[in-house]
């Protein structure tokens, strides 16, 4: 697509990238990505992608917005609070860059819905907040060989990963590391431990970096490791992960053969 000069003047930084230029900036208006959970992550994380001038951004989250997630999900207002997070974040995008579409869906990912949602989607994004989630959205991008760039942080603490097992023998999916959900209790959530804001924004903006190289195919995946951040100690840790021939899903003799 040929770009506008409305779109030439708000997106010149990106153009006067090499790797980018005009080429990859329309690419990017074409481009289509699915954030589950409009939360911590999920607010940089559209923010950014928004703001990048990606073309439809699909975001999915059952909650409403509440006064204690104003100090880290900068996606929502004070004036939010009580509405529901999918149209309080839709409303900042749309203020931010009106040229890109955004799709609510005021609804929470299950094995019924997430299957239909995934397969409308160039790359997913997780920003949810609890186990279940992230296993049936491992699990559900595995089957329609979708990429997920997924983070999860805690405290002053935050792992950021790449899942695309589709494009390589070699390469791991969440189970390959995780392999199935803890026992309930066995790790605090945010509720329950606390977490710096501006974690969620380290993570947040990288995953929408790591996005945006795979939207693309630019720079090194992330795929085949995994980000660790300490912001305590200001020390970042990349660690090699490999496929696990004994995953449940995509290891040598799959036990998982749907969603359920």
Same mark, same amino acid.
Do not use: F, W
């Given at each position: 697509m040929d770009l506008t000069d409305e779109q030439i003047d708000r997106y010149a930084r990106?153009?006067?990238?090499? &790797?980018?230029?005009?080429?990859?900036?329309?690419k990017l208006l074409e481009s289509r990505v699915l954030v589950v959970g409009a939360g911590g992550l999920g607010s940089p994380l559209l923010l950014y992608l928004a703001a990048a001038g990606v073309g439809t951004?699909?975001?999915?989250?059952?909650d409403v917005v509440d006064l %204690?997630?104003?100090?880290?999900?900068?996606?929502h207002s004070t004036a939010g609070v009580g509405r529901p997070k999918v149209e309080s974040a839709a409303e900042t995008l749309a203020a931010i860059n009106p040229g890109i579409k955004v799709i609510p869906y005021k609804a929470r990912l299950t094995a019924a819905n997430a299957a239909e949602l995934i397969s409308?989607?160039?790359?997913?994004?997780?920003g949810s907040d609890n186990f279940d989630t992230k296993f049936l959205l491992n699990d559900a991008c595995y089957f329609a060989k979708? %990429?997920?760039?997924?983070?999860a942080i805690l405290r002053f603490s935050g792992q950021l990963y790449t899942f695309k097992p589709h494009a390589g023998d070699d390469l791991p999916c969440y189970r390959c590391i995780f392999r199935e959900p803890p026992p309930?209790? &066995?790790?605090? %959530?945010?509720? &329950?431990?606390?977490v710096l804001g501006a974690v969620c924004g380290m993570i947040g903006s990288a995953q929408a970096t790591e996005i945006v190289k795979e939207l693309l195919g630019i720079g090194d995946s992330l795929a085949g490791s995994l980000l660790v951040v300490d912001a305590l100690s200001t020390t970042f840790r990349k660690i090699r992960a490999k496929r696990d021939p004994?995953?449940?899903?995509?290891?040598?003799?799959? %036990?998982i053969t749907g969603l359920s």
């Open positions: 990106h153009i006067l990238l090499p &790797e980018m230029g005009g080429v990859g900036q329309s951004l699909g975001v999915i989250d059952d %204690t997630n104003l100090q880290r999900q900068i996606v409308q989607y160039d790359v997913i994004a997780d979708k %990429t997920l760039v997924a983070g309930p209790g &066995e790790v605090p %959530t945010c509720a &329950e431990a606390g004994a995953c449940p899903l995509c290891g040598d003799h799959p %036990t």
